[in-house]
């Protein structure tokens, strides 16, 4: 399509006031996707064929993208264009949906059209990451925090979301003796969500989805943890005769967004890799599992990256270095504002025990939704710079994660 056309119709599918015309431009959107051969996939079967031994090697990157998404999905789809990149994922979390002001259908949109305008053929693996349980409300009316999470699930099927990551890790009880017991509320959970999923997935796909058994940002994950999370949620998915999860997120010793220093900087991280592929190999060879799954690493040093397909790695999740980027190289004014408005409206999140440097960095995400129309006008000049920082990042991670050169070898597993 000519690059003013699918400009025109994604700045008016995600801002047009007016919600029938933001529907037929979403809707023109997924039309023209389909005739151009771009079509929401599954990542199941190639987890699966992971699991079994069938294809190995490298470890899947997927981006978390908070802004500028069809801007950063067009020069994603470019790359991989030319680096035969055949697996990435574009994913949300929960969290995010609500702070970058992007709903699953609008997120599906941009990506689609940052595909049609870089000329990509082929599947597309859109995710929701952190789909994940709030322990404080789930205490206090489960009911309720489970609806919330169907809810969301449901609008992020019928947003074409065929990969979904399911967190009850905040609902691990560590006081409890037994790891079983420790683990139940979480594989209770992932179990029914899992039911629940496989009874709206369209009929022709299998959903990929993921558990986790650790919290990002606390304890390290453990073999005994993962065996009695996998353990119960078997027994629980015994007589339901549905398709299982395809891989688990585990705590390796990393946080989400890293650790700011009081000068704003990122405190080094030391990551245990031991943890990725002790349980990675368990997950393949004793439950038929793709493997471990790494949180929180946008923002780990660059020469740890090299390890992850090295210790069997399935799948890195990468956000917050992404969005540092583009801190780093929007206008002076914008940030300003920006940094303004976080100053105003999330003070009363702010730590005393933090700077004033380290608050910032840590609400800054905050101010994403509301200045979202302001990053998405930017000018060709003042875009040029954020594009090509973030290019460097993803031909960096592409080359490192060794997902180049894998097209061929993974188009045929995508449903």
């Known amino acids: 399509m000519k690059d003013n056309t699918i400009d025109e119709l994604i700045l008016t599918a995600v801002f047009s006031p007016q919600a029938n015309i933001q529907k037929e431009a979403r809707s023109i959107i997924y039309q023209k996707a389909r005739e151009h051969g771009i079509f929401p996939s599954s990542l199941h079967q190639l987890y699966r064929a992971f699991g079994k031994g069938e294809i ?7 981006f978390n993208i908070r802004t500028l998404t069809y801007d950063t999905a067009c020069a994603l789809f470019t790359l991989a264009k030319e680096k035969n990149v055949g697996v990435f994922i574009f994913e949300i979390a929960r969290s995010e949906i609500g702070y970058t002001d992007q709903s699953p259908e609008e997120y599906t949109t941009s990506v689609l059209a940052g595909a049609l305008k870089a000329g990509w053929n082929g599947p597309v693996f859109l995710q929701g990451d952190h789909y994940q349980f709030k322990a404080l409300g789930y205490r206090d009316n489960p009911e309720a925090e489970i609806q919330k999470i169907k809810d969301l699930i449901r609008e992020s099927v019928d947003a074409h979301f065929y990969n979904i990551d399911i967190d009850a890790s905040t609902l691990v009880d560590l006081s409890q003796k037994s790891f079983d017991d420790q683990q139940r509320e979480n594989y209770r959970m992932t179990s029914l969500l899992t039911e629940y999923i496989r009874s709206i997935q369209p009929k022709d796909i299998t959903i990929s989805i993921g558990g986790e058994i650790g919290h990002i940002g606390g304890i390290n994950s453990t073999v005994q943890d993962f065996e009695a999370f996998m353990d ?4 629980l998915m015994g007589e339901k005769n549905h398709e299982e999860i395809s891989k688990v997120s585990v705590q390796t010793g990393t946080s989400h967004g890293g650790i700011p ?24 060879n004793s439950y038929g599992l793709g493997g471990a799954v790494q949180h929180g690493a946008s923002t780990l ?21 992404f969005q540092n980027i583009v801190f ?5 004014k914008l940030r300003k504002d920006m940094y303004e408005w976080v100053r105003k409206n999330t003070h009363d999140e702010w730590k005393d025990s933090l700077t004033e440097e380290q608050n910032i960095y840590k609400m800054r995400k905050k101010a994403l939704g509301p200045f979202k129309k302001q990053l998405w006008i930017l000018s060709h000049h003042e ?30 597993y995508a449903q």
Request: no cysteine; charged share 25%.
């Open 328 to 332: 780093e190289h929007i206008p002076s």
């Open 56 to 62: 190995s090697g490298f470890t899947v990157p997927a």
């Open 383 to 412: 875009k040029n710079p954020i594009l090509r920082a973030l290019l460097g990042q993803f031909q960096f991670l592409f080359d490192t994660l060794k997902v180049s050169n894998t097209r061929e070898n993974t188009n045929k």
């Open 232 to 235: 119960g949620y078997q027994r």
């Open 261 to 284: 220093l009081p000068d704003g900087t990122i405190a080094d991280v030391k990551i245990d890799f031991k943890v990725l592929k002790d349980i990675g190999d368990v997950a393949r």
């Open 301 to 321: 040093p660059s020469d740890l990256f090299g390890e992850f397909p090295t210790a069997g790695t399935l799948e890195i999740h990468l956000a917050t270095g």
